[in-house]
């Protein structure tokens, strides 16, 4: 039996984990795959009637369970960042989640590209440091700034001070890698790649311009290199977002620093027909991993019916592969496929389809097996 966290969030967030639960509820009837769900209410509108965006409560509720599957969050009433800082970020952080797995798969006829490409990447996010681990800070008028940033590895304290020669102010964000992240993200590519069946590890920086976090990055995944027969590619990041358009089907494993990740992972989302086919895993190999699509709520399209459930559905098939079911997670991406083929789609991919209706016709796919 299987423990699942469900945490709905904002806007389309509610509409399209609806349908992945029904998925997930279907694969229960006709598999081994036993669970039960429970509901959790984090989210902008719990932040706005009470103050709280994730508390210790729901930290030790979710703890105990094998899996989190997550909608989205974000809300125009609240101002950017908050929520996505004292949310989804600190539950990577708090979970130590430390990768994030993002597969970019060519969904045909969807993908925009002139040519023809089949591809199938498998995008390695590392999820908890470089540029993400809010060590910032603004000076105004000469003032110190303290950055305090507390992790499972490490802890970052500073005391920084700066002096203008003018009145300007300035601003700044610390990127950093760790030794331990490092290996841990090195280890977890390889091993994927390996899994693959990957002749090569694409792994994507700028150590011509950020020469210390990412030569450092650079130094530890050649030397995990030589325990693999698996070839370790560089490529600078803006070189990675033009070869991505021009010969996707080069790559297999991509690993990629945080940022950078976030960046090309949307990119990716789009190569493979558009946000709403993109899924993604918050993989913590030891802890609490959490499942989501990688669009965000949509405030515009919230509540009409209009969201596209695929990228929540193809979150939720992540979750079945992690809790021990690839079985049933090819399954379910066989039951979209079949979906796409028959022409039973969302109007965001030019079909005819409402949300509730996209998650009928895979259901109906996923029961006949
Ligand atoms: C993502 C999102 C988040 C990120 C935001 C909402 C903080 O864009 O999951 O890619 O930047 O990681
Ligand atoms: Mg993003």
Sequence with gaps: MKHLAVIPGDGIGKEVVDIGLEIIDAISEISQFNYDAELFDIGSERYLRTGELLTEEDISDLKKKDAVYFGAIGDPRVRPGVLEKGILLNMRARFDQYINLRPVTSWHPFVPLKKHFDFDICFIRENTEDF????????????RTQVNVKRELYELDMNIDTRSSSDDDFAFEIGMLSEKGIERFADYSFMTAEKRGDRKLTLVD?????????GMQREIFSSKAEKYDIELEFMYVDAMAMAMIVRPDTFGTVAVPNLFGDILTDLGAQLQGGLGMGASGNINPKGVSMFEPIHGSAPDIAGQGKANPIAAVLAAKM???????????????????????????????????????????????????
């Design 132 to 143: 993400y681990m809010g060590a910032g800070g603004t000076f105004r008028n000469g003032s």
């Design 206 to 214: 700028k150590a011509n311009v950020c020469t210390s976090i990412y």
């Design 319 to 369: 979750m079945l592969d992690h809790l021990g079911h690839e079985d049933m997670g090819t399954l379910v991406q066989n039951a979209v496929r079949r979906c796409l083929d028959n022409g039973m789609y969302t109007k965001d991919l030019g079909g005819k389809l409402n949300t509730k209706e996209m998650g009928a016709e895979i259901k109906k796919e996923v029961l006949k097996g």
